[in-house]
């Protein structure tokens, strides 16, 4: 970033340092924390750097933030704490000066498949609101703008049943509304009214009708009875002028000849709802089909009938605006045909996978029958079969088929009943069967549009509904680049202009905010589960600038992650815009632009864990340049370097290469990937590099080498498959789900730990084995606590107390086991110990020493081996895996997938990550990154950058080559960069 754009971010406001602008803090000891003390600036951009685990995210988020949220839900009542979680006191003695706090972090990202970018915006609630006032209604058959109907239509097409046809024509005056309803339907007796329609059913009016006032209940008042013939034209617009006016407009016509209406009831061009309601005085035993009139708004030609307009109507969260078959989700679970038969090539007997089990030999039964009839074996493979032999199986027989054969052959036949076909045979497992059955028959499932509304989410009548030009889906299934453009060009009627003024007007403000931390690509309708960290906490930040808080302190985390080099300075311009509404803004960040930018910078350290913990540097940036103990400030000042390769691998001479690659936005792409080397994938945020490596490379990989995953048909072919014999993704997905995982059970370390404690004299005396040492199972754990150490005690209202077991006072062993030592250490001193004691405690196990090793190597030689994986980061456990990789043997074929290793790294981690890196290619391994860090791009052996810009603008491959050749495209925003740091960090034999 350029110094005039630093200035200007830092800004010259006037600060005084006295009590009234400063946060205080006084003997912090949270977690690795050393008593600190300190003293930070309010309304301002604070930044907290340092090491990765040297106590950053203890000071802002489990001290600073903690703190302002407990003092916020102890002011409530006792009564309304018992809803809300509550944060135990951190370890302080003091703060003072402490604002309201919000937290802004990744791990809050939404896993209900109801939230989208629109909801969690809430700009999807101002457009349901734009279109339910100013929309105008469009038939769903042929798009024509929809228009009240007059009685006399409504009199012309009734007219239409055949003669003799019964009919009665209802009002409905209550539509799904909850209550007892009794004073309306006294008041309709009152009016001379005889009977009514009650949730389909016909009742009398004298009868008294109670009704349950915690349901739903739909009221149709019964006007008149008819019989279709000549001179009933009076009489009948009568009642239907009465009809209109009880019901604010809708008329419906309950036709009660339904054979005798044929013609009429099934014109193309008319629509016709049924009723599953009875007839109690006229016809119990007659199907009931109704037409349904509105002198509001229907369509005069194929009868298309829109209730009023509203903004329920436009919500997939209601029934009134949901798809009825998806109810709004958009997606079914079905099953995939290629989960289900993973390897065509085994023989049918055994093709079908969850078939494939002894239990499941009824089926296998049904298949042999099934095979008699359309002429297979259970042995055949599964790809010799044809075409309609594999549909039968998979969808069943639509009807069975006649044996033509020998009599002993048509009594099999008669035997055996219609199969149903695979798939609906699961589906109805499904839907129908026990957690256990769901939990097994889950791995063939896949989410697949809905069959209705095609993934849309709404039904026809809402998606038809228009606001100038476009329909609700034309906004919110495009970029929000292309959506802000749309709203712009909306050509409105001067009613719609002065009904939408200020609606459109906060959603122009709201999608700003969300260009302005460089989210263009991003679609409203895109399901926040879907969204990274990174993206996630990007839109509540925009959301936060939208609020117009003031006087409020913002606690974030790495707000840079996921985002290209080009966008950081309208992220940066957005965070100063936030300071600037009178706020405080505390962020924990290693981006080198972010702490350049900052008006105060913390940096903690100087080392991790135990090494870490203390202020080295405060201040502002030339304080951190200057700080003799500072990692950070020796990276920027240049005292440290990640030194450019001098010269790049190339490689084994072999190459995966993918054809026509078009999911999402991919534009039928070709990409050859070469082995052998470190490669890296880059490009601004939404540009396809997701799309390309773990939902196209991975799945084709995952198909190839294990059976397990469908092959994408997204791409034509993957070929040089051959070429690898393992492919792993290392993520920054948690290690373990539960607090019993940890980096001692995820290494395997602790399996060697626990058999060399087994090998001792005391434990074989004792006649203990390796399980005597786990505090998983029964034996030597402790009881009181099932090996946890600690006991959870609810407090209801109050945050859940975890108290350490009184039996084994948390060393998670019984007393027996703990009477176990090696070297004078007990199996819990062991756990208790960080990686780096660990090491120098095994040094003569050497199987112990490789594991430990590599985690040190890691940069994790300060995380305890018995921490919980649930307290790990994302970025602690994707090294965690990344040290298990490298303490195993090469095979000189594996593929490594890794997805931003270096979120939540410092320089200094930054550095060790690489040689890491390198060091599993130099063992002949290939390395696939997709990666925005330019130290990592630069020290890559080859480049894929993928744009040019994000969303629907992206998908292309922009370039393909060394970083030097990259650098060289002006088409590239990331050869724009690597320029720069290129020319900075020049080679270095």
Not at 271 to 278: D, H, L, S
């Amino acid at each position: 970033m350029s110094e005039n754009l630093a200035a200007s971010l830092n800004g010259s406001l006037p600060y005084h340092h006295n009590s009234q602008n400063t946060i205080r803090i006084r003997g912090a000891r949270q977690h690795n924390l050393k008593n600190i003390d300190l003293v930070l600036p309010r309304d301002r951009l604070i930044v907290f750097t340092g090491v990765s685990g040297s106590g950053k995210s203890s000071l802002a988020f489990d001290t600073i933030f903690a703190e302002g949220q407990r003092r916020y839900v102890e002011s409530l009542s006792a009564y309304a704490r018992q809803f809300l979680g509550q944060l135990d006191k951190p370890d302080v003695e003091a703060i003072e000066g402490l604002s309201p706090a919000i937290s802004i972090d990744q791990k809050s990202t939404s896993h209900n498949p109801r939230s989208t970018v629109g909801t969690v915006t809430e700009i999807y609630d101002y457009l349901r609101l734009l279109y339910g006032r100013a929309g105008e209604p469009h038939c769903p058959i042929c798009d024509r703008c929809i228009a009240p109907q007059t009685i006399d239509q409504m009199c012309d097409r009734i007219m239409e049943l055949s003669d003799r046809t019964r009919f009665q024509i209802l009002a409905p005056v209550v539509r799904g509304k909850k209550g007892t309803h009794r004073k309306l339907l006294s008041g309709l007796a009152a009016q001379g009214f005889v009977r009514v329609r009650v949730n389909g059913e016909v009742r009398e009016l004298s009868d008294f009708i109670e009704l349950d006032k915690n349901i739903t209940h739909t009221i149709e008042l019964v006007i008149d009875r008819l019989v279709k013939k000549d001179g009933i034209q009076e009489r009948l617009v009568d009642s239907l002028s009465t009809c209109l006016k009880q019901s604010n407009g809708i008329a419906i016509i309950e036709v009660l000849d339904d054979t005798s209406n044929k013609v009429a009831l099934e014109r193309p061009d008319s629509k016709y709802i049924a009723t599953p309601g009875e007839n109690q005085d006229i016809s119990a035993q007659e199907s009931s089909l109704e037409m349904v009139f509105s002198e509001n708004f229907a369509c005069p030609e194929h009868g298309a009938v829109m209730e009023e307009l509203s903004p329920r109507l436009f919500s997939f969260n209601s029934p009134y605006g949901a798809c009825p078959h998806c109810h709004g989700i958009g997606t079914l679970k079905r099953f995939s045909s290629d989960l289900v038969i993973p390897n065509p090539d085994s023989p049918m007997y055994a093709a079908i996978a969850p078939w494939s089990e002894k239990e499941n030999s009824y089926y296998l039964e049904l298949l042999y029958s099934l095979g008699q009839t359309y002429g297979f074996e259970l042995q055949t493979q599964w790809s010799k079969l044809t075409p309609e032999q594999q549909q039968i199986v998979l969808y069943g027989e639509e009807k069975p088929k006649r044996a033509n054969s020998s009599p002993e052959a048509t009594a099999e036949k008669q035997k055996a009943p219609n199969f149903k076909g695979v798939i609906p045979i699961l589906q109805r497992q499904y839907e129908g069967g026990s957690e256990l059955v769901k939990q097994k028959l889950e791995e063939y499932l896949i989410d697949q549009p809905c069959e209705v509304c095609g993934g849309k989410r709404l039904k026809p009548e809402a998606l038809a509904v228009k606001l100038g030009q476009f329909g609700i889906l034309d906004l919110t299934g495009v970029s929000i680049r292309d959506c802000r453009e749309r709203i712009e060009n909306l050509k409105l009627s001067d009613r719609q202009t002065q009904i939408g003024d200020l609606v459109l007007r906060e959603i122009k403000a709201r999608l700003q905010f969300l260009l302005d931390v460089g989210l263009d690509y991003l679609t409203l309708d895109r399901p926040a589960m879907t969204l990274s960290g990174g993206e996630a906490q990007r839109i509540r930040l925009a959301t936060q600038i939208g609020s117009g808080l003031t006087g409020v302190l913002y606690v974030l985390d790495e707000p840079s992650i996921g985002l290209h080099q080009r966008d950081n300075g309208r992220l940066l311009k957005t965070l100063t815009k936030l300071r600037d509404l009178g706020n405080t803004l505390i962020v924990v960040e290693h981006d080198e632009e972010t702490i350049r930018a900052a008006n105060y910078i913390v940096d903690i350290g100087p080392g991790a864990g135990i090494h870490g913990g203390h202020i080295v540097a405060q201040g502002d940036l030339e304080a951190l340049l200057t700080a003799e103990d500072s990692l950070t400030g020796a990276y920027l000042s240049g005292r440290r370097v990640i030194n450019t390769p001098a010269k790049r691998r190339e490689g084994n001479g072999r190459s995966l290469t993918i054809k026509n690659a078009s999911r999402n936005n991919l534009q039928n792409i070709d990409v050859e990937i070469p082995l052998g080397k470190l490669v890296s994938v880059t490009g601004v945020s939404g540009s396809g590099k997701s799309t390309l490596i773990n939902e196209l490379l991975y799945p084709a990989l995952q198909h190839h080498l294990l059976k397990k995953a469908p092959l994408p048909k997204d791409i034509d072919e993957i070929k040089g498959l051959n070429s690898v014999d393992k492919a792993i993704v290392i993520d920054q997905s948690p290690i373990g789900r539960t607090p019993r995982s940890n980096p001692a059970t995820y290494t395997g370390v602790f399996d060697i730990i626990r058999d060399v404690f087994s090998q001792t004299i005391e434990a074989k005396t004792r006649g203990y084995k390796p399980g005597q040492f786990s505090f998983n199972v029964k034996g030597g754990r402790c009881e009181a606590c099932s090996g946890q150490g600690v006991n959870v005690i609810e407090m209801n209202f109050l945050p859940d107390v975890y108290v350490q077991c009184e039996i084994c006072k948390g060393a998670r062993y019984n007393r027996e086991t703990l009477q176990v030592k090696y070297k004078d250490k007990s199996i819990s001193d062991v756990l208790n110990m960080t990686v780096e004691e660990a090491l120098d405690f095994c040094q003569n196990i050497p199987k112990a020493v490789t594991r430990l090793q590599t985690l040190v190597d890691v940069g994790l030689g300060y995380v305890q081996l018995g921490q919980p994986a649930t307290t790990l980061s994302g970025g602690e456990a994707q090294r965690v895996k990344l040290a298990t990789e490298l303490s195993r043997r090469a095979t000189g074929k594996t593929l490594y997938l890794i997805d931003e290793p270096t979120t939540g790294l410092s320089f200094y981690d930054v550095h060790k990550l690489l040689d890491v890196l390198q060091r599993l290619v130099d063992k002949g391994n290939s390395i696939l990154v997709i990666e925005h860090n330019l130290d990592v791009i630069r020290c890559s052996d080859w480049v894929i950058d993928l744009g040019p810009e994000g969303g629907d603008k992206g998908g292309e491959i922009i370039a393909a080559g060394t970083p030097e050749d990259v650098a060289k495209n002006d088409r590239s925003y990331t050869g724009q960069y690597l320029q720069q740091v290129l020319k900075q960090y020049p080679v270095v034999a």
